[in-house]
């Protein structure tokens, strides 16, 4: 499976962005679907993530409360919406899967190309 990430842009702080990843066949139920970021001159951070068959959902510390995972499995397509933005959320935004839940990227096989996110204070 292929995974293409859309959706980014600039926002205000306080702003919303809602992020796609769309999975270019089927996700099976066995997948985990997880967001990362990455800042420049930053490692690759954990944001997010998704059971695609039970749809348990996982979350830094950072984003609790602000972002929300979601799936659309007739679209193989995940969302992660993300409310009240601050400076500190900008970063290219890229989506991951993997068979094994982890906040390492190390952890997921398969990548998007990342999506830019830039939030203005």
């Known amino acids: 499976v292929q995974l293409q990430a859309s959706g980014g842009g600039l926002v205000q702080a306080g702003g919303s962005l809602r992020l796609s990843c769309a999975a270019s066949g089927r996700i099976y139920s066995s997948k985990i679907v997880a967001w990362f970021r990455q800042a420049p001159g930053k490692e690759r951070e954990f944001v997010s993530a998704i059971r695609w068959g039970s749809g348990i959902r996982y979350y830094d510390d950072s984003v609790r409360g602000r972002f929300i995972i979601s799936k659309a499995s007739a679209e193989n397509t995940v969302y992660l919406q993300m409310n009240n933005l601050k400076p500190d959320d900008a970063a290219v935004y890229y989506c991951?899967?993997?068979?094994?839940?982890?906040?390492?990227?190390?952890?997921?096989?398969?990548w998007g190309q990342g999506t830019l996110v830039t939030v203005s204070s």
């Open positions: 991951a899967a993997g068979i094994h839940y982890g906040t390492t990227h190390r952890v997921y096989d398969t």
